[in-house]
């Protein structure tokens, strides 16, 4: 299969055979067929046309888990409806050769699909309605700052009443 060639199908751009994810914008890579390869192009494209750009970006959440394989690839058929882009990895704790298509999987989504993706996951009931855990730098910087303030007001109430 030398004819084929990864790409990433957010911003098209290409990728050594050994690469999984864009380095530009961290998109799971597909191959991208040269003309006469096995499998439908059309199809391919067809794919790749549906994909929505507002819904590439970002890092890869997770935005739901799914029992084997086949229920993994119904969802990202659905999410792909939707325009949303999704890859799966195993669950972890559940490791089993890479041949069988058992064991539990990840649905994993870039962070601008993620609202979407649950939105169709959620119409669909095939996710709760639990808010998955997400950490925001943002929230920890904040209370870093309120930390630094307290301490800062202490020392300084500290030296105007020792002084
Ligand atoms: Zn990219």
Do not use: N
């Not at 060639?5 to 530009?24: I, M, N, T, Y």
């Not at 597909?30 to 494209?45: C, F, K, L, M, W």
């Not at 507002?54 to 959440?61: F, N, R, T």
């Not at 990895?89 to 962070?111: E, H, N, S, W």
């Amino acid at each position: 299969m030398s004819s084929q060639a990864l790409v990433c199908p957010s911003c098209a751009q290409g990728h050594s055979p050994d690469e999984r994810f864009c380095r530009a914008c961290g998109m799971p890579l597909v191959y991208s067929e040269s003309p006469g390869a096995g499998e439908p192009i059309t199809d391919r494209h067809a794919r790749a046309r549906k994909i929505k750009p507002q819904y590439a970006e970002g890092a890869l959440v997770r935005v739901a888990g799914a029992r084997h394989q086949a229920e993994a690839e119904f969802i990202q058929g659905m999410l792909l409806e939707e325009g949303v882009p999704s890859t799966l990895q195993r669950t972890r704790g559940f490791d089993v050769p890479d041949m069988l298509a058992a064991g539990p999987r990840d649905i994993m989504v870039p962070q601008s699909g993620h609202a979407a993706a649950r939105e169709v996951l959620l119409e669909a009931e095939l996710v709760s309605d639990e808010q998955p855990v997400i950490t925001r730098p943002s929230r920890v910087l904040a209370w870093l700052l309120v930390a630094f303030a307290v301490v800062a007001l202490i020392a300084w109430l500290g030296t105007d009443v020792l002084g």
